[in-house]
């Protein structure tokens, strides 16, 4: 198990699962020439994934059913004899890639969407096609791990805001692999399916599915798709259709039964982490709260919270990006603000807020942007921070929500931070007089359930469950 994130400077010795801001590093393509030289546990690319996504799920079950699974998929890609070693990322976000060296990535998020072993393998198929293509070798390769951070989180810990107001805004992803490249992996990682045993309808399922729950954030955040697999992996709309025409080939000239693996996937990720977990603090909508840490606040609706390696984000209209963290300080705000953390910038406009807890806030304007600087006391040493940033041009009409935000500020009485639960996957069998409603009431954490409910389980808006089979449901219950 990894460090984690901000947080875990202030509690010591505490060890747990991380959810990460995943799109930043997926499917990254590795220069074919040196894949021998990475096939080692302790090349730092594969360190700095681990960190960057925070840290391995530490499930026996899940574990062990994701590398039998990996290892089927990969004997049966166009490179069968390397050697492959996979890796589950304690991550919500779907994703997955992989790198030459044998390095295969899949997030417990994907392993949530996914409703069968054939899904999965379909996609670790597809990574590892990225890999023995060298699509790699087509186009420069783009730094993992402390690089990315840097460039797209901005430098959270110990670093003066300067150069988190320049690296707020930053859409510097990983570069996606061409459409080319897309269809080429969707092939080859069909026909890696076929020769497995699998069901190869399963690959272009899966991008439907996905498609499916992209649609469904983009809609619920106001237009701001989360960042996960499509990041890098061109959203195509005849994909689907594509993957589909190859298995459907490859059916017609063949006599074996298809297998898809339902009821063992179901098995492994029964009980398995969705969404935040304890140590990394919860999203429930529009609040952010921590129930170790005892804090919570909420960002304006229009705002999309997003959990990561390094702050607490949440993307708004316009280009606006709300960024908080935590730091060392024995100030009070006031100096902490102007003497240390923007110690180089000209604020405008320093003043105290309206907050539960003492704090500060101020202006800086640069580069066509303006920020709102949050401080907070946060008592033993350390302060609370907000970087509030949209264009000038939209600020005014934001800041009421930027002030909002500071404002909500709350620290979590013992009681309060106690009912606060994790979110798990529970398999459920579904009984003759089970109604689709029963199990979308059982839902928890989650917006619109009954959509969330039949996208988890592959159903279309007017199927229902059918009565002895298993559906996936997102509960806080910790009953298993």
């Not at 639960?421 to 979308?440: A, G, H, N, S, Y």
């Amino acid at each position: 198990m990894t460090d984690r994130r901000i947080f875990k400077t202030y509690l010591p010795g505490l060890l747990g699962l991380i959810i990460s801001f995943c799109s930043l590093t997926a499917c990254a393509p590795v220069n074919q020439a040196a894949a021998q030289k990475q096939n080692s546990i302790n090349h730092p690319d594969h360190k700095k994934i681990i960190r960057a996504f925070g840290g391995v799920y530490e499930d026996f079950k899940v574990g062990s059913y994701v590398a039998g699974l990996s290892l089927k998929i990969a004997k049966s890609s166009d490179d069968p004899v390397s050697k492959y070693r996979v890796t589950v990322l304690d991550s919500p976000q779907v994703n997955a890639f992989a790198m030459p060296g044998g390095y295969t990535y899949v997030t417990r998020g994907l392993l949530a969407l996914a409703n069968n072993e054939a899904e999965v393998a379909a996609v670790m198929g597809h990574e590892i096609a990225h890999v023995t293509a060298a699509h790699g070798n087509e186009r420069q390769r783009t730094a993992i791990g402390t690089t990315v951070l840097a460039t797209v989180l901005g430098n959270v810990l110990n670093s003066r805001v300067a150069n988190q107001i320049i690296d707020i805004g930053a859409t510097g992803l990983l570069a996606g692999y061409s459409r080319k490249q897309e269809y080429e992996a969707d092939e080859l990682g069909v026909l890696s399916l076929h020769r497995a045993g699998y069901d190869p309808y399963a690959g272009g399922d899966f991008l439907a599915a996905m498609g499916r729950m992209s649609e469904r954030e983009a809609r619920l955040s106001g237009g701001n798709r989360m960042l996960g697999w499509f990041s890098t992996h061109p959203d195509t709309g005849d994909r689907v259709s594509k993957a589909h025409k190859i298995a459907a080939d490859l059916i017609a000239n063949s006599e074996q039964q298809r297998n898809r693996g339902r009821a063992a996937h179901l098995a492994a990720i029964d009980g398995m982490l969705y969404g935040d977990a304890p140590d990394e603090g919860f999203i429930r909508g529009q609040d952010f709260l921590h129930p170790i840490l005892r804090l919570r606040f909420s960002v304006p609706d229009n705002f999309q919270l997003i959990n990561s390696t390094q702050a607490i984000f949440a993307k708004g209209p316009d280009g606006a990006i709300i960024k908080f963290d935590m730091a060392d300080a024995d100030q009070s705000p006031r100096a902490y603000l102007t003497d240390i953390w923007a110690a180089d910038l000209r604020l405008k406009d320093v003043s105290e807020i309206n907050a539960e807890l003492d704090g500060v806030t101020a202006i800086h304007e640069q580069s066509g942007n303006i920020s709102r600087l949050v401080v907070l006391r946060a008592g033993e040493g350390r302060v609370y921070r907000f970087v509030m940033q949209a264009p000038a041009s939209a600020f005014s009409p934001l800041d009421h929500g930027f002030k909002a935000t500071a404002r909500s500020f709350k620290k979590l009485s013992v009681t309060e931070a106690g009912k606060l639960k994790p979110l798990k996957i529970k398999i459920l069998t579904v009984r003759e007089e089970d109604k689709l409603q029963d199990f979308v009431s059982q839902m928890r954490g989650v917006e619109a359930p009954e959509e969330m409910f039949r996208i988890l389980n592959g159903l279309s808006p007017s199927e229902i469950p059918v009565s002895g089979t298993k559906v996936k449901i997102i509960t806080d219950s910790q009953i298993f």
